[in-house]
């Protein structure tokens, strides 16, 4: 994907169904379509599960592919939940997965949010929090763990009201885990799996992660909105691991009551 534009590739229909129209986002994983499914006439947001630079690494892509398939799967589990983004398949094409999600109009992430217009305020936060946490406590009742709960895997969209963050979706199921299942576990390059400075200590000295690191992690997410930066962010991810496993983050100053 390097040296590509944003929408370079729109036009192209995907497993003969779904044509895509332009970028919403992109990551470390590739990029995520605005689609319109063919088949029942309706607008789709479509994950593309690219290759780092194209490169084709039978053991990469089969991880990837695998990370895919467990969105997927755990994202089904909750589907209907009115805080989890819902994942309708995931289909291969020319090799490679593409999830097909739910599409919500005029959504931003958190993270853009806290970039965008500074540190939120606490009422806000909270009620972003409540939201994310009923997300989390359904997945942890039927044994899902996420494991990468922050800013950027959380969606604000509008409601019928008209207010723009009034939805509250968690996203990106991708690294979740079923502890004790015999699902394909994904590694890491650096043997971390998850993004430094949200992740609870224990999970960053490589113990097994359980619901109360998840409930770390949103901790984390929900001091940087209200504060505008995490509570572990130093310049560069060794740092920021170094902050989080030997030093107490500062206490916050705009949390109120």
């Known amino acids: 994907m390097a040296g590509e534009t944003p929408d370079q590739g729109a036009g192209r229909v995907i497993n003969g169904r779904y044509r ?3 970028t919403l986002g992109a990551g470390g994983m590739g990029r995520v379509w605005l ?3 063919e088949k029942l006439t309706c607008d789709v947001a479509l994950k ?3 290759l780092p ?3 084709a690494d039978p053991e990469r892509t089969a991880q990837r592919v695998a990370r895919a398939r467990s969105e997927a799967r755990h994202a089904a589990r909750l589907r209907g939940h009115p805080h989890v983004a819902t994942v309708h398949d995931v289909v291969m094409h020319e090799g490679l997965p593409w999830i097909v999600m739910e599409y919500v109009p005029d959504a931003v992430d958190l993270q853009a949010v806290i970039r965008r217009s500074g540190p939120l305020p606490p009422t ?3 009620r972003i929090g409540l939201a994310v946490l009923d997300a989390l406590t359904a997945g942890h009742r039927v044994g899902i763990l996420h494991r990468d709960v922050k800013p950027a895997n959380i969606l ?4 019928a009201t008209g207010d723009p963050h009034a939805r509250v979706l968690l996203t990106d199921y991708g690294i979740a885990l079923r502890p004790g299942s015999h699902e394909p576990r994904l590694t890491a390059t650096a043997g971390i799996l998850g993004t430094p400075g949200y992740l609870a200590p224990e999970r960053a000295r490589g113990e097994p992660p359980t619901p109360a690191a998840d409930l770390f992690s949103l901790g984390a997410t929900l001091y940087c909105a209200v504060e505008g930066r995490g509570p572990f962010d130093r310049n560069g991810e ?4 170094t902050a989080l496993l030997s030093e107490e983050p500062p206490p916050p100053a705009r949390a109120a009551a």
């Open 20 to 22: 895509l129209r332009r």
């Open 35 to 37: 689609a319109h499914d």
């Open 48 to 50: 593309e599960i690219a």
């Open 53 to 55: 630079d194209g490169v």
């Open 124 to 126: 806000q936060v909270a």
């Open 156 to 159: 604000l969209a509008p409601d």
């Open 238 to 241: 060794y740092a920021t691991l």
